[in-house]
């Protein structure tokens, strides 16, 4: 079973920035999904340790930055530029399997953090 916790998150206004936070131990695939009212669950960033690319829904390209810290182990979602269209639970998502992980496809998950933007 691999534990993934997640911090960071919060209230902010339109144009902000936050850093949301996921530790899972060992060197395994993570992602980033996020979900709003009403809508389903999406995709929006996804990470492979060793250079092996990232992954950004055309959303939040070019405002949000996934990265790593080897040392940590701990996976970053950098957000910038939010808008109002970003407030969603955030979660974190991970998992061991290279095939399951091209597919964005993540086996274990964390508790989710709400993410707010106020216009």
């Known amino acids: 079973q691999v534990q993934v916790v997640e911090s960071g998150g919060g209230l902010v206004q339109v144009g902000g920035s936050l850093r949301l936070s996921c530790a899972a131990p060992?060197?395994?695939?993570m992602g980033w999904f996020r979900q709003a009212p009403g809508k389903e669950r999406e995709c929006i960033a996804a990470?492979?340790?060793?250079?092996?690319?990232?992954y950004y829904a055309e959303s939040v390209k070019g405002r949000f930055t996934i990265s790593g810290d080897s040392a940590k182990n701990t996976v970053y979602l950098q957000m910038n530029s939010l808008k109002p269209e970003d407030t969603a639970v955030y979660y974190c998502?991970?998992?061991?399997?290279?095939?399951?992980?091209?597919?964005?496809?993540?086996?274990?998950w964390g508790q989710g953090t709400q993410v707010t933007v106020s216009s």
């Open positions: 998502a991970a998992t061991i399997n290279p095939i399951r992980a091209a597919r964005y496809e993540y086996d274990y």
């Open positions: 060992g060197r395994i695939f």
């Open positions: 990470f492979r340790w060793n250079g092996g690319g990232t």
